[in-house]
């Protein structure tokens, strides 16, 4: 990393260009776009107001701020790391900035120079004064891009969950567009697509497992993050390398000026955050964990049941969590933040039994575990080139493992000596390390531009699989050692990228760009050109119309079992047999604020992916041979129409969503060539959500939600053939069961309610909550997933069979109660 103040942020060019040579024309394809936009910027009497917006009290950098000069209408937003730039003419001016639960401040001054002007904005008691200025504030109407949906975070806290623990995934899937696995799963299908589309970015590093206990909670502790915002089309030119949809999710930085703490315990887990300064008003840190403890209060159980069977053992489960954030300005120019994260899931099997019979005795050992976690780090350096040019260096380093162990052993002692010994292990081992460096260029040169381009180079290590056995026997001194699978994978992805957020005429707006990625791998390179396009058009009475087009070029793939969504699914890469993924995805829609509380948005949507990838059928994910002959490659569609109200002020907060879509897949080698409907084509799904606040003691949350019923295959009869190690003979117990195509089935509808009370109490030092609600709160039994059955009956002497559904449900009823604290 290089010392703040230096300018070596394009010392990662000459990289890029060495292992992909076309670039350079890319690069300078891009500069001749960005030249005119430049030289415009450079008109006589004009001045750049910049800075950065925060928070008063925690000096927390504000994400979307509103900096606003009356007298002439001009204004920006600030990016995500607060700052703002505003070009203007030489003149007195009138600076109002805004952010939605604060206070507004305004500046007057004659505009002579370039100052540097840094707000710290106060949190809000009363809302009227924020209403005052709510036309300040960019509307949903004003924005070119569409297909984004930004929710506050305390709106999240607010959503009922599942055992009282708040997830970030499982609000996301309350919106429109957004699908889940199944029944208490956070996984996200976006648009038609599969969960290895979603690009979900902690601090900007990719996260490849996102899910804790099976995909029953995500791996986001609410308590640690500041921002959450979801893109599911219309992707401006920055954003690359999945299909689908990007999440992202900034982590607080730390109060500069006191110290704070949070903390809950609920059902199954406990938090506790810390945050305050380091150097009061330049540097803070912020450190956040959560545990679940149901295995530290089952073990006595536990324990007391395996020794009733004669025998002493442990069985357990947990998560954890553990972010931790610091950060310090150097100057009004220069800032560093190092953030990181680590989770992991283990789930762990200690077994200890002994035979005894006269002077022989027999030891039996088994012990077995299940572990999966993620690691991410990420180094950034803020620098201010000028008023008008900030940049963002970032080295990050991410990591993903699964590692599944299963051993036994046996000892043989006759009279107190050990006559024969034997054990056997089972190692299986798989994962991705990605180490990644960007550098990012936010470019104002004047208040109609907001240029954005930059660069990344990313080296992915992929490990498909590796069986690592032992087998020990000292009786006839065996000893054998083998490992089964297949070498590590390394690949390296690049990109560029450049856009512009240009305002045309106070009615037309548009947001335009070019990314370039490349990908090499085993000497096989690939290379893509993705334009991007969103567009907006003012009508009349406030309604804004807007379209989207872009195209994705996604390197990675995820092999998946699609069934719990168990943490045993395989990135891995493009190679010269198995291609990249690609699509391309149009929308049209209309967007109008009503009122000053309340957004509105429809959207219809458009959606070809190619060379999406699937198992062949019969194939699994644990088979010796090459992965790369398992899998199948083929085209998937999606289309349909969403439509989005939310409030996010006032006493009463929420949204209210729907969609109605279609999603199909095809495969020349499944379902003999014919396109079959997506596992989670839903042709309807609606959900509203809101919380209100009785008092300052007491809101309540509600949320409910209806979709329609998954695809699943389904035999429709069955027949006898003949076995055919038998010559022909028929057996009645040979039978085959006829399946016609993939997905015939569905499941019945889902739909459940979720509610919740919170109980606020502020003390002298300190604020209590105490949250009481409960999941499914009318006993729904919806489909987890269903079996088919044989029924037997005996009618006079006679037994008849007959095939029946079963629907297996998960969650019955589930109250929660949960105990929170701020300091």
Known sequence: MHPPGQNTNIAIFPFLFSRFPSLPAIVLTTAGLLFPIISFSQAPDRYTVSGYVSDASSGERLIGATVAERKSGQGTVTNTYGFFSLTLPADSVLIYVTYIGYEPQAFSFLLKDNPVLNVNLHSSAVLKEVEIVADKYERIEERAQMSRIDVPIEQIKRVPAILGEKDVLKALQLLPGVASGGEGQAGLYVRGGSPDQNLILLDGVPVYNASHLFGFFSVFNTDAIKDVSLTKGGFPARYGGRLSSVVEINMKEGNENEFHGEGSISTVASKLTLEGPIQKGKSSFIVSGRRTYIDVLARPLIKSGFKSDGSDGVAGYYFYDLNAKVNHRFSDKDRLYLSFYTGKDKFYLDLEERDEYGGERNEYTTNSGLGWGNLTSALRWNHLLSPRLFANTTLTYSRYRFDTKAASGDKEFENGNLLDESSYSLHYFSGIDDVAAKVDFDFVPNPRHLVKFGANAIVHTFSPGRFETKIIETEDDTNISTVIGQPKINATEV?????????????????????????LVKNNPYFSLQPRLNARYMLDRGWALKGAFSTMRQYIHLLTNETIGLPTDLWLPTTEIVKP????????????????????????????????IAFQEGASLFQFDDWQTRVSQGDGTA????????KKKGRLNGWVGY???WAWRQFDDINQGARYPYKFDRRHDF??????????????????????GNAVTLGTSKYQTPDPLDNGY??????????????????????????????????????????VGAYNAYNRKNPFFILLDTDYEYVNGQTTERSVLKQISLFPVIPYVSYSFKF
């Open 495 to 519: 990109a560029l990228y450049a856009e512009d957020d240009w305002k045309v005429t106070d009615r037309f707006r548009v947001n335009y760009g070019l990314h370039a990625s490349g990908f």
């Open 730 to 771: 028929y057996y009645g117990d040979w039978v085959t069961t006829h399946t016609p195509e993939r997905n015939n089935y569905r499941y019945r509808s889902y739909n459940r309610l979720d509610v919740g009370v919170d109980f606020t109490k502020k003390k002298k030092r300190y604020e209590r909550t105490w949250s």
């Open 659 to 661: 969609t109605l879509s």
């Open 687 to 708: 959900e509203v959500t809101g919380s209100y606040k009785i008092s300052e003691r007491v809101s309540v949350a509600a949320t409910w939600v209806f979709s329609t």
């Open 581 to 612: 993924q690609d699509s391309w995805q149009a929308a049209l829609g209309v967007a109008k604020s009503i009122g000053k509380a309340y957004e509105f948005s429809a959207e219809a949507y458009y959606k070809e992916m190619k060379n999406v």
């Open 639 to 646: 289309y349909g129409l969403e439509l989005f109200l939310q």
